[in-house]
Structure formats: structure tokens, C-alpha cells
């Protein structure tokens, strides 16, 4: 029977209930539970997968082909469990769900109201995630700030599913907590308030996380487990470290875990931090640093390639280096100031992205990296615009480019995936973890140390048949073909010291205590390593 964890937030939105889920998520998993962690989200869109980077930072894709929040890569890379669709929701798809089924005759005319069809298909939502992964505790964080209009329905279900599981329910409470300079105190009221305001719709919080710049004084914490009605051991602080990873030792610090595991009765082991201590402790040692240009379209918002940073940072944990990345705009990249913009970097990577804009500013990064011998890391559109510069300047098709870019070009170097004898989205996106077969004594067959992998993919488009030919006779090589369909996975430019890429994302696989293969090398190949043949 599994236990039930609710975190909500209080005061401001982005305070960090995703992090404060994923670390609980860990110290919880080092005491030999399993542990699965889930999100509500409270806004209308109903697909993840079609919301602005720009706006909402990166979509993160599970290996069932579920797009989902960013803050599902934070619970797989500190719980290092992968998740799947169940792990995540949006008030517009439970709507949209409920809807359907009327359509289809499901609730037979009768009227349907927020209480207690909307909440009831939430409850379901939960209970189903437990079910299905059989976990010991679910944590289940509902997005947004207690208060906004879109979450009620959320905090609902949550509060029905605490009379329906008394026993086997929890509920934190993650909120802001101010400092007035003029003052010279930490302001407590509005977290009194928040509290309030969470009572008002029938929840009482057990534990108060508080959110804060600095360590917080104890008369503070003290007025807040007065005036909330919670024990004093119940206030856990959570205040603003070097470094991310470094929350779940605070929390276990400041005792969070052993307070869950004594609200909701868990028998479990006592937590072995190990490893976890070891990532951190070599987090405070890293020696030196390395300069990498991320260039991409997204760059004016980084959580648009939040993985692709925690990817570079888990590989130099790994190379004992501190990795620095300078963020260059691909919109404003050009053959005039490319040596200004890369020439200080020790290599180039070129994350995913889709449509036309910012797209002669990847190819010109991918020349530069080729051309210097620099290492470079393509993903997904990194690849495709690395065949497209190869078959313009080295195979001499000037035109060459992408049906996604130029729907009647002539010469459609990359064009729309042809065989859909495979898993997609939409018929028209392959998505998710698909197997991928490497070619013997490839440098990425090397780094993998297998020939066999498993990747997520996020893409559409894919390099065309026709033009492997040109593109192999001229030099290049293709290094990973999908076991299905098989597409071009991989490629590598022999000419070249590192000028690996990819079709997939291997950023979504990447933990802290587990470097990316692909990542790793590339870090290792920045720092002037050879590469072991």
C-alpha cells in the first residue's frame, strides 16, 4: 500500500517545490524505498510538448514517449528512476480527457462539475501512478502557488484522497519566506498567510519547508511553527546553496526525511548518503574549468536547454572540472563573427531545436568547429544542420538543406521521417527511447562501450537515404543506425579529433553520480585528451 506525499507552495511561484520533490525523493530512496515522484500541473495547454521554451523551458521526454515539464528531469536525475506518463499531468488534459469521454457516451448525460468528475479523475490520476509502480511513496507535487484559480481542483482531490487515506497521507507545504533589509528579520507572514489560505480549503500542513536566502534564525522558525500549528521539528529549512545538488544533504541536515518517515509511520532502513556525498564532495573540489559554446535558437531563456547544462555539469563532476558555457545565440552567429563568438571556447555543442529561424547560425557554428578541429557535440538538429554544413562544404552540394527549412528543395540533405513504421506522435514525430545499434570500433561505440543502446528521441525529421552516399564517399562517417527504420542515429567526422552527433538526446539520461557517456567524452576531449583508440 503506498503512501501519498502532496508538496505545494506558498507565497511566489518557482521557489523551488521541484527541487524540495526531487531531494525528498532521494533521501527517501537511500533508506531502500521505492520512490516515485509526480506532477500536476494547473495550466489549460494539454501538451506539454507544444509550449514555448522560450516561455516555459525545456520539454522533457520520457522514455514512453511522454512530453512532460522540466521538473520531471529533476525527479529522474536525484531519484534516478525513469519515470512514465503517469508521473505527470496538466489541467487541460483532464479536462480535455473528460470531454472525450463525454463525446463518446462515457457519462451517459449527466452533468459534469469540477466536484466530483474533475476531482475524481485526479484521484485516479494518483492512484494509478501508485498502482502501476507499485512504489512505496508517491510524491505528488501540484504545480503552481496555493491561491491561483487553475489548482483548486488539484488541491481537492489531494485534500479527498487525505480522508480516503488517513493514515497513509502527508502533506508539505514549500513556502518563500523574505528578508527585510530594512528591518534587518525574515518576514513570516506571509507564509502565516499562505497557511492560512491552504486551511481555508480544508488542508493542514504537516511540514513547512522554508525557503530562504540565507540560514534562518531560530526565533523565526519558532513563530512559524507557532502560528502554523506545526511541531518545531516539522520547520525544515531549505536556504539557497552553491550548488543544487547539495539540497538533499540541507534537508536530511535539517531533518525532512526522518520527519516523513515518522508522520507516515515507513519502515525502512536508515538513509545511506554515500554516494550522494561523494557528488557533492567532488562538486566542491573541481579543479579548473572548461569554456564550451552552447549555441542554440533558445537562448534568451537557459531552462530552454536545462538538461543539456546538468549533462555538462554530471561530465565535468566526472573530468574534476568546473564546465563554463557561453551562451551564443544562434540569430546572431555568422561567418563575420564566429571567431569572436567561438575562438574562446574549448568546443561546441549544438542542442536540439525545430523550425527555420536561427538556423544559418548553427550551421556556421558546426563549420567553425569542423574547420578548427574543435570538438563538437551535435544533438538532434545539431546533427542534421552538421550533414547539412558537410554536404555544402565538403561535398560540394551548395543547396543541400532541409525539407523543414525549404519544403521543395532540390536537394533535401535531411527530410521528413519517410518510414513510420515506428512509435510516434501525431504520425508525424519519433518519440521516446528507441534501440540503436553502433558500428564496430566507432569513437562513439567506444565511449558507450557497447554496441547496443537505448536513446530518447524528440524529432520529425531525419537524414535522408539518397544522400548517404555522398555524404559517406566524402569522408563522413555514420556510426549508429536505429534498429528499427534504420535511421541515421549517429555520425562522426574522422577528420576531425571529436565531431560526434546525434539524432537523440542523451542529455535526458544523464545523472549526477552517472555522467552521459557522450558527455563525458566530450568534456574529456575539451580538456585535451586524446581519444583512446
Known amino acids: 500500500m503506498s503512501k501519498h506525499i502532496f508538496i505545494t507552495g506558498g507565497v511566489a511561484s518557482g521557489i523551488g517545490k521541484g527541487i524540495t520533490s526531487a531531494s525528498l525523493g532521494r533521501l527517501l530512496k537511500s533508506r531502500n524505498l521505492k520512490v516515485v515522484a509526480q506532477k500536476l500541473d494547473p495550466y489549460l495547454n494539454a501538451d506539454p510538448g507544444l509550449l514555448n521554451p522560450l516561455e516555459h523551458g525545456e520539454v ?11 521538473d520531471l528531469g529533476h525527479y529522474e536525475r536525484f531519484i534516478d528512476e525513469n519515470l512514465t506518463s503517469f508521473s505527470t499531468t496538466t489541467s487541460g488534459k483532464v479536462y480535455c480527457d473528460m470531454l472525450i469521454a463525454e463525446k463518446t457516451g ?25 498502482k502501476k509502480s507499485k512504489a512505496d511513496v508517491v510524491i505528488t507535487e501540484i504545480g503552481g502557488t496555493v491561491g491561483d484559480l487553475e489548482s483548486q481542483a488539484f488541491i481537492e482531490a489531494a485534500r479527498q484522497i487525505s480522508i480516503e487515506k488517513p493514515n497513509d497521507c502527508l502533506f508539505i507545504h514549500v513556502s518563500l519566506v523574505p528578508f527585510l533589509k530594512l528591518s534587518s528579520e525574515y518576514k513570516t507572514k506571509p507564509t502565516q498567510h499562505s497557511v492560512k489560505m491552504l486551511q481555508s480549503m480544508g488542508i493542514r500542513p504537516d511540514i513547512i519547508v522554508t525557503r530562504s536566502d540565507e540560514k534562518m534564525d531560530q526565533v523565526s ?14 520547520v525544515v529549512q531549505n536556504y539557497n546553496v552553491n550548488h543544487l545538488y547539495e539540497i538533499p544533504l540541507i534537508l536530511h541536515n535539517g531533518g525532512l526525511d526522518s520527519v516523513v518517515v515518522r508522520q507516515l509511520k515507513l519502515k525502512c532502513s536508515a538513509p545511506n548518503l554515500t554516494e550522494w556525498q561523494r557528488v557533492v564532495d567532488s562538486i566542491k573540489t573541481l579543479d579548473g574549468a572548461v569554456n564550451v559554446a552552447l549555441v542554440g535558437k533558445y537562448v534568451a531563456l537557459q531552462d530552454s536547454y536545462l538538461s543539456e547544462v546538468e ?30 563568438l567561438l575562438g574562446d571556447c574549448a568546443g561546441v555543442l549544438v542542442p536540439g531545436a ?14 567553425y568547429a569542423r574547420e578548427h578541429n574543435i570538438p563538437y557535440l551535435g544533438l538532434s538538429m545539431g546533427m542534421q544542420v552538421a550533414c547539412i554544413e558537410f554536404a555544402k562544404n565538403v561535398c560540394g552540394l551548395k543547396n543541400a538543406t532541409s525539407t ?10 535531411v527530410h521528413l521521417m519517410s518510414n513510420l513504421n515506428v512509435r510516434t506522435k501525431d504520425g508525424s514525430m519519433r518519440i521516446g527511447a528507441y534501440d540503436c545499434t553502433l558500428l564496430k570500433d566507432s569513437k562513439i561505440s567506444k565511449l558507450y562501450q557497447s554496441l547496443d543502446i537505448s536513446e530518447r528521441h ?33 555520425i562522426e567526422n574522422p577528420a576531425c579529433d571529436f565531431f560526434i552527433a ?13 555522467a552521459h557517456p557522450l558527455f563525458k567524452g566530450f568534456v574529456e576531449a575539451m580538456m585535451g585528451k586524446p581519444f583512446n583508440n
Not at 221 to 234: A, E, R, T
Not at 313 to 329: L, P
Not at 404 to 413: I, L, R, S, Y
Open 60 to 70: 522533457f521526454v520520457l522514455d514512453d514517449g511522454t512530453e512532460a515539464d522540466l
Open 106 to 130: 462515457k457519462f451517459n448525460g449527466i452533468t459534469i462539475q469540477v466536484i466530483p468528475h474533475v476531482t475524481d479523475e485526479t484521484k485516479k490520476i494518483v492512484y494509478d501512478c501508485a
Open 221 to 234: 522558525l519558532d513563530k512559524i511553527s507557532k502560528f502554523c500549528y506545526v511541531q518545531k521539528d516539522c
Open 311 to 340: 549533462a555538462l555539469s554530471h561530465a565535468g563532476f566526472a573530468c574534476g572540472k568546473k564546465i563554463r558555457i557561453k551562451w551564443v545565440d544562434s540569430n546572431t552567429l555568422n561567418e563575420e563573427n564566429a571567431s569572436v
Open 354 to 367: 525545430f523550425g527555420s529561424r536561427g538556423i544559418d547560425g548553427l550551421i556556421v557554428a558546426c563549420k
Open 404 to 413: 523543414e527549412f525549404e519544403k521543395d528543395t532540390k536537394v533535401p540533405v
Open 458 to 490: 524528440r524529432n520529425r525529421y531525419e537524414i535522408n537515404f539518397d544522400f548517404i552516399k555522398t555524404l559517406t564517399d566524402s569522408g563522413l562517417t555514420i556510426s549508429g543506425r536505429s534498429v528499427i527504420g534504420s535511421f541515421v542515429e549517429s
Open 502 to 514: 546525434v539524432q537523440y538526446h542523451p542529455q535526458f539520461k544523464s545523472r549526477p553520480n552517472r
